[in-house]
T-cell receptor, first 114, second 111 residues
Framework: ETGVTQTPRHLVMGMTNKKSLKCEQHLGHNAMYWYKQSAKKPLELMFVYSLEERVENNSVPSRFSPECPNSSHLFLHLHTLQPEDSALYLC?????????????FGQGTRLTVV | QKEVEQNSGPLSVPEGAIASLNCTYSDRGSQSFFWYRQYSGKSPELIMFIYSNGDKEDGRFTAQLNKASQYVSLLIRDSQPSDSATYLCAVKVDSWGKLQFGAGTQVVVTP
């Protein structure tokens, strides 16, 4: 399997549930990202991991908790979410510390909070 | 706050015509610029990147960069209905590889 794979593709959860999103990359990259995409808004960067270390957290509410156990896997743990958290959550990876590099995206998880 | 600005559209283009998309950015130190295509309900897909001033051509796509004006554009020649999508402009803003995205321009190619 190649590229960036996200699971699940679709998720419906209640506001009291706990769920996790998973991302796996097979590109040999050492940086991974979580983005949130809401309707009619730019992609919002949530978290950046480089070499399994979180290097950025863009004021994301604590109900979103990332985990990066190794350079190929990234998780986003969700708990007590709000309806406004419904969005497309995208994982991406890239080769960091390289001047010119592009990010490759997974297919995303469409999250609906009810 | 570093910003990337795009016209949201929709940009309606007759089939076979040239679609011209524009993007401006605020961080003068930006070095790398990317165009992603996103079909409805799908994830962004990289179609072009450009690092140097001038034009870069890849098939029917041409990216143009003017760092002095902080402006990057994308031309799509011989537009096809399959080009109908939202095009995202992205700017690399630091050494980590983090990208700042614009909100995207929706392109609709009409037969």
């Amino acid at each position: 399997e190649t590229g960036v794979t996200q699971t699940p593709r679709h998720l419906v959860m209640g506001m009291t549930n706990k769920k996790s999103l998973k991302c796996e990359q097979h590109l040999g990259h050492n940086a991974m990202y979580w983005y949130k995409q809401s309707a009619k808004k730019p992609l919002e960067l949530m978290f950046v991991y480089s070499l399994e270390e979180r290097v950025e957290n863009n004021s994301v509410p604590s109900r979103f908790s990332p985990e990066c156990p190794n350079s190929s896997h990234l998780f986003l743990h969700l708990h007590t979410l709000q309806p406004e958290d419904s969005a497309l959550y995208l994982c991406a990876s890239s080769q960091d510390r390289v001047s010119y590099t592009e990010a490759f995206f997974g297919q995303g998880t469409r999250l609906t909070v009810v | 706050q570093k910003e990337v600005e795009q016209n949201s559209g929709p940009l309606s283009v007759p089939e076979g015509a040239i679609a011209s998309l524009n993007c401006t950015y605020s961080d003068r130190g930006s070095q790398s610029f990317f165009w992603y295509r996103q079909y409805s309900g799908k994830s962004p897909e990289l179609i072009m990147f450009i690092y140097s001033n001038g034009d870069k051509e890849d098939g029917r796509f041409t990216a143009q960069l003017n760092k002095a004006s902080q402006y990057v554009s994308l031309l799509i020649r011989d537009s096809q209905p399959s080009d109908s999508a939202t095009y995202l402009c992205a700017v690399k803003v630091d050494s980590w590889g983090k990208l700042q995205f614009g909100a995207g321009t929706q392109v609709v190619v009409t037969p």
